[in-house]
């Protein structure tokens, strides 16, 4: 079993620092893959991840909530064109550095969505789209 980081990751990439096994990649390009994404084969499950990330984003695998909750103000990010999602943010990561993503909605407090859509996005980025690799 893996982690899965969900639509709620806004790059902050303070995970990224903290995964002993660097599993875990920004998507490129960032206009189809707003996220960062865990690499099942190479997650060792550790959990580090998931106390670094202010987002709230990252879940055990068999732990992605179906009816999740938004207390307000949480951000989606989705790739850009996605329908509904024609919101801009602009903030700064972990290291300061500027953040720049266009394909997000802000979630009403209460309002209710399925984060487990998520899941197969992470598998994908690392069996056929840009975090794959015919070497490894």
Known sequence: MTYIITSLCLRDSGCVDVC??????PGKPVDE????????????DCGACVPECPFEAIF???EVPDAYEAKGDEKLSMPKGTS?????YDGT??????VHL???RTLAAGEVVDLTK???????????GPGYSALD
């Not at 002993?20 to 990649?25: F, K, Q, Y």
């Not at 509904?84 to 801009?88: A, I, R």
């Not at 998520?118 to 690392?126: A, S």
């Open 118 to 128: 998520d899941i197969q996005p992470n598998y994908d980025y690392f069996q056929s």
């Open 20 to 25: 002993p096994v660097e599993c875990i990649v």
């Open 33 to 44: 893959w707003p996220w960062y994404y865990i690499d099942p084969d190479t997650c060792i």
């Open 93 to 98: 990561n972990h290291h300061g550095d500027p």
């Open 84 to 88: 509904g999602f024609d919101e801009v």
């Open 102 to 104: 266009e394909g997000v």
């Open 60 to 62: 055990v695998e068999d």
